[in-house]
């Protein structure tokens, strides 16, 4: 039987390669648009390596219209999207903005308007916890009001999420689009053949800590820990990424067997548990063996002092949990940092 097309924007990437294997063991055919503009090329022979086919890839810029245009011909029988391609780094946000607006809403744009042309009705699309900015209460639960972006990189997905919502809430639109709010995402896949590939010094904790245990970075050092939190460090909601590519493959099915409950749904695709950067030392230590060289710093600018999910509603309606512990997160982080240095 024919396998059903799926395109997926930023397929090369971190989440995104993830979520091209899970789609392809879940009987899907990912096709990836990706223009290599933060991801490697060796990650095409690690998903070959672990699918045992070559997945099909289309090395464009998805701001192009033209080029996405030829995309959708050329497949022809697209029944959805995944649209992870944008640009992520929180910090690069405030120095280039405008860079940031372009391809994270630009693309947006363009995708909703070629899937339109070419009848493609099913959308999943990336969305972060940082709509939440500071919350009040916490857990957040999709109720939480959203809160003005601290970044330029916040900014853009607010502002996909609202487009989204009024293109699917207009007259005689088909869309149909599930948002992902995703809390941390972190470690790699079981195989070690594909994983999180930072460039330069890394600006997150996972890939920091690694690097440091592996002895890239002289140490690690802790933003702050005077924090209104339990040990004073901040506390984030870490999922495995194989995890949250799950998240990906239930929201595709739910998509296309016409089961979702209004045109646009939203999700948090977290754990439910918050885990304080000291914690997630301990847990990487604890899971690894490995002794962590790390310090206390200043509080970085503009950090969330504490965030976790609520997770019932993607529990309740989309049956999706998680089910890798932080612990084995870590080792899995670890695992592909080793494989890295050899
Ligand atoms: P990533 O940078 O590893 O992957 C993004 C991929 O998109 C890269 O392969 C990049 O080359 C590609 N890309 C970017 N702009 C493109 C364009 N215009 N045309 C074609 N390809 C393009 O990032 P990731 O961590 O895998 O994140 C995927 C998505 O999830 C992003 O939308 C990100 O904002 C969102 N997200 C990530 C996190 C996180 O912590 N990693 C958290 C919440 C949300
Ligand atoms: C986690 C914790 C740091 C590095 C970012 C984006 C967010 C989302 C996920 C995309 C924080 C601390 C970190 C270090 C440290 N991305 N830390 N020393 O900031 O929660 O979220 O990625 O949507 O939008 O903001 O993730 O991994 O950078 O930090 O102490 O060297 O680790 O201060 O408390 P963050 P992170």
């Not at 395109?7 to 971190?14: E, K, P, S």
């Amino acid at each position: 039987m024919e396998r059903t097309k799926i395109l997926v924007t930023g397929g090369a990437g971190y989440i995104g390669s993830h979520a091209v294997v899970e789609l392809y063991q879940a009987g899907y055919q990912p096709v990836i648009v990706d223009d290599f503009s933060n991801s490697q090329e060796s990650v095409m022979a690690g998903l070959r390596a672990i699918l045992g086919v070559s997945v099909p890839l289309h090395r464009i810029d998805c701001n192009d219209v033209e080029a996405m245009r030829a995309v959708f011909a050329e497949e022809g029988s697209l029944r959805g999207v995944i649209h992870f391609a944008a640009y992520k780094a929180v910090g690069e946000s405030i120095v280039k903005p405008l860079e940031y607006y372009q391809n994270n809403v630009g693309s947006l744009l363009t995708l909703l308007q070629v899937m339109r042309e070419f009848g493609v009705e099913s959308l999943v699309f990336s969305s972060s916890c940082t709509v939440y900015g500071v919350p009040d209460a916490l857990p957040v639960t999709e109720q939480t009001p959203t809160k003005k972006a601290n970044s330029p990189y916040g900014a853009t997905k607010q502002m996909c999420e609202d487009i989204l919502q009024d293109v699917a809430a207009a007259p005689a639109v088909a869309l149909r689009a599930i948002l992902l709010r995703y809390f941390n995402p972190i470690g790699a896949h079981d195989s070690a053949l594909i994983g999180e590939l930072p460039l330069g010094v890394p600006q997150n904790l996972i890939p920091y800590v690694t690097q440091t245990a592996a002895g890239i970075r002289e140490k690690l050092t802790i933003n702050g820990d005077t924090y209104d939190t339990p040990d004073g460090t901040n506390i984030r909601d870490y999922i495995h990424v194989v995890d949250l590519a799950k998240a990906h493959v239930v929201a595709v099915r739910r998509l296309l067997e016409g089961k979702a409950a209004a045109a646009v749904e939203t999700f948090n695709v977290g754990t439910g548990h918050g885990n304080s950067v000291l914690e997630v030392v301990k847990a990487f230590e604890h899971a690894t063996g490995q002794r962590l060289n790390y310090t206390i710093g200043p509080p970085r600018a503009g950090d969330v002092p504490a965030i976790y999910a609520d997770v019932t509603k993607a529990s309740t309606e989309l049956g999706f949990t998680t089910t890798t512990s932080l612990e084995d997160s870590l080792a899995s982080a670890w695992k592909w940092q080793q494989s890295l240095n050899r």
